[in-house]
């Protein structure tokens, strides 16, 4: 059965309900991982897994690299900012379970909060916010959220947890979604 389209909106209640509850996109840049952990014998085939809630997505596999370059996009979509997001470095076996490579969580609200702040006429290339790595947070070094060319963006570099080396370079950048609650 199809569900009933609203005239005034031209979309279906469910899908109408699913818009009011979204802030918008966050697009996840996985940039590069650093002496990633060797689970092949000499080398291992990496790719990463990002979690927020019930989404999950994945990079393509690096063969043979542990200081693969993905340069991937992978975009979420932001209902609460408070739920962190999850990211997974795994090595891709052919014929067994992939083995995990470490872990990492990291927060989204301080990037969150740099985009509520009117920013229109500041220079490019402007900090907006700093983050500290800290016990708590899976930052291997400062995190700055800078105002660049019009947009909010983040790099950061996560050291993964749970294995004995290897680090995660990303870059987080807001994406407004007509439609959407908004920030």
Same mark, same amino acid.
């Not at 909010?152 to 807001?174: A, K, P, Y």
């Given at each position: 059965?199809?569900?009933?389209?609203?005239?005034?909106?031209?979309?279906?209640?469910?899908?109408?309900?699913?818009?009011? *509850?979204?802030?918008?996109?966050?697009?996840?840049?996985?940039?590069?991982?650093?002496?990633?952990?060797?689970?092949?014998?000499?080398?291992?085939?990496?790719?990463?897994?990002?979690?927020?809630?019930? *989404?999950?997505?994945?990079?393509?596999?690096?063969?043979?690299?542990?200081?693969?370059?993905?340069?991937?996009?992978?975009?979420?979509?932001?209902?609460?900012?408070?739920?962190?997001?999850?990211?997974?470095?795994?090595?891709?076996?052919?014929?067994?379970?992939?083995?995990?490579?470490?872990?990492?969580?990291? $927060?989204?609200?301080?990037?969150?909060?740099?985009?509520?702040?009117?920013?229109?006429?500041?220079?490019?290339?402007?900090?907006?916010?700093?983050? *500290?790595?800290?016990?708590?947070?899976?930052?291997?070094?400062?995190?700055?959220?800078?105002?660049? $060319?019009?947009?909010?963006?983040?790099?950061?570099?996560?050291?993964?947890?749970?294995?004995?080396?290897?680090?995660?370079?990303?870059?987080? *950048?807001?994406?407004?979604?007509?439609?959407?609650?908004?920030?």
């Amino acid at each position: 059965m199809n569900s009933p389209i609203s005239p005034a909106s031209g979309k279906s209640p469910a899908a109408k309900s699913l818009m009011d *509850q979204m802030l918008g996109l966050l697009r996840v840049r996985i940039k590069r991982g650093v002496n990633l952990a060797v689970r092949d014998v000499v080398t291992s085939d990496p790719y990463v897994v990002v979690k927020m809630g019930k *989404q999950k997505l994945k990079t393509r596999v690096i063969k043979k690299d542990i200081n693969p370059v993905w340069n991937e996009d992978l975009t979420l979509s932001v209902a609460d900012p408070n739920i962190p997001i999850k990211l997974t470095v795994y090595d891709h076996d052919t014929f067994s379970m992939d083995d995990k490579m470490g872990d990492a969580e990291f $927060d989204i609200k301080p990037f969150m909060e740099a985009l509520r702040i009117k920013l229109d006429g500041l220079p490019s290339g402007t900090v907006i916010t700093r983050d *500290q790595p800290c016990r708590s947070n899976c930052l291997s070094e400062e995190s700055c959220v800078i105002w660049k $060319d019009g947009k909010v963006i983040q790099d950061m570099i996560l050291r993964l947890r749970n294995v004995e080396s290897g680090e995660v370079e990303l870059q987080l *950048q807001w994406i407004d979604l007509p439609g959407a609650k908004g920030l």
